[in-house]
């Protein structure tokens, strides 16, 4: 997640598993983070809301109830970490699940193959 190239490769790999808005999620929670601004904090936390978090959002991200409910809670007054609890339940979903698929899958072989220093016969 920290490698900008590494974070590209495994977002399409999501993509192919129809589970990007994992990925989405978590970088739009990163973003959000970042953010000082409190006027601009509270209209990405209403997108985030909007996109990932609504069940009528059709990128809806699989939350339990406990954490649901305590976005809602936290969507009274947005703060840049509203959705922590959210975004860390996300992460731990996608490197439980998704990313050892990933590592067996040919994009993280090919990824691993573009790292690789060539040998002086390939150069």
């Known amino acids: 997640m920290h490698s900008p190239t590494g974070r590209s490769v495994f977002r399409a790999f999501l993509r ?3 589970s990007e808005e994992n990925m989405l ?13 409190q006027h601009v904090v509270d209209e990405k936390a209403r997108l985030i809301y909007e996109d990932y978090v609504s069940i009528l959002s059709p990128k809806e991200v699989s ?4 954490v649901r409910e305590g976005i809602n809670r936290k969507m009274q007054e947005p ?3 509203t959705f922590d609890d959210a975004q860390l ?3 731990t979903l996608m490197h ?3 990313y050892p698929r ?3 899958s040919p994009a993280y072989r ?3 193959l573009q790292g690789a220093p060539q040998s002086s016969s390939e150069a």
């Open 16 to 18: 192919t598993e129809y």
């Open 25 to 37: 999620f978590w970088l739009a929670c990163e973003e959000l983070k970042a953010e000082a601004n």
């Open 63 to 66: 939350l339990d109830s406990r």
């Open 79 to 81: 703060s840049p970490h």
């Open 89 to 91: 339940q996300i992460y």
């Open 96 to 98: 439980r699940d998704s």
């Open 102 to 104: 990933f590592l067996t």
């Open 110 to 112: 090919s990824l691993l």
